[in-house]
């Protein structure tokens, strides 16, 4: 195919899609750009801390889970041109270290290969998502050196219906070098 130029905007409701061409196969490979959506596009609503949540399509959900109590989100179906936001409104550091989870619903999965901040031996590290994996999991350390922490941000987007994208605004500052990221 020749090279496109547009003038003008080009817009689309369902985000856009590069493809790589394997020289091999010819089988081509989906790569989405643009994970983080624009939030201005989507209403905010601040919830209740709770030991089971479901989050709501189209929102950011302002949260202000803590460590003290364990916490797993249901993410709505994953439908094409879905986001979801989850806003960080508290620090992160309990005595108790229990875990924030969020967990697809039905069917839905993770992509393949999505990727994740993570600490390990107080250095920063990457968790890479397998094929089928339906979990994403943070467990805290009782310190303010979480990565996860007040301000912080994970942005959940659909582009491919049962398939959830990934990506993270985690803490920026040189001592966030705790807490774990996990798929499962």
Request: net charge neutral; glycine share 8%; with cysteine.
């Amino acid at each position: 195919m020749a090279t496109t130029t547009f003038n003008g905007p080009v817009r689309s409701e369902k985000g856009f899609i590069q493809v790589n061409k394997a020289a091999s196969t010819g089988v081509y490979t989906a790569r989405t750009l643009g994970l983080k959506p624009d939030l201005a596009s989507l209403t905010a609503t601040a919830v209740a801390t709770g030991t089971s949540l479901t989050y709501t399509a189209n929102v950011i959900t302002i949260n202000n889970y803590t460590g003290a109590a364990a916490q797993a989100v249901t993410l709505p179906a994953a439908t094409a041109g879905t986001k979801v936001v989850h806003f960080q409104t508290l620090d992160v550091a309990h005595s108790t270290l229990a875990t924030l989870s969020f967990v697809c619903a039905g069917s839905d999965v993770f992509r393949t290969g999505s990727k994740v901040q993570s600490t390990a031996g107080a250095a920063s590290t990457m968790d890479t998502s397998a094929a089928t994996e339906t979990t994403l999991t943070y467990t805290p350390v009782n310190a303010a050196t979480n990565i996860l922490t007040l301000g912080c941000y994970l942005y959940f987007t659909c582009n491919e219906n049962g398939t959830w994208q990934f990506a993270h605004d985690l803490a920026k500052y040189t001592t966030a070098t705790a807490g774990t990221f996990a798929w499962s």
